[in-house]
């Protein structure tokens, strides 16, 4: 099982049955399992909070491009706080994905 360790729970969203989280982009060529592999979430400021997740379905984009509604329900920013957010933490790096996970625990 992979695990994938988030910085903290933006918005709560492991508490949720289905969540999103956006993330940068995937190297190109590289397949994402869809339903098929089982992930375990972490975070780095909680330790004793953990789930494992599915990935249901992934969205690619440009940072220019993300909508609000996804900056909300991913960070519980607004698109452009989030994207202002998201230069300074990773300055150059413009093509993101959002991640949609099913929690199964």
């Not at 709560?12 to 999103?20: A, G, H, R, S, Y």
């Not at 397949?31 to 004793?48: A, C, F, H, Q, R």
């Not at 607004?78 to 959002?98: H, L």
Request: glycine share 2%; proline share 4%; net charge neutral.
């Amino acid at each position: 099982m992979k695990t994938i360790v988030f910085d903290t729970n933006y918005n709560k969203k492991l508490q949720c049955e289905n969540f999103c989280h956006i993330s940068m982009a995937p190297p190109s060529g590289t397949s994402v399992n869809l339903g098929e592999s089982l992930y375990m979430i972490t975070v780095k400021d909680n330790p004793d909070l953990s789930v494992t997740a599915i990935l249901i379905n992934a969205l690619h984009c440009k940072l220019v491009d993300i909508r609000e509604y996804f900056t909300q329900l991913s960070h519980n920013m607004s698109r452009e706080f989030f994207q202002a957010w998201w230069n300074e933490k990773y300055p150059g790096k413009n093509d993101i994905t959002i991640y949609f996970y099913k929690r199964i625990n």
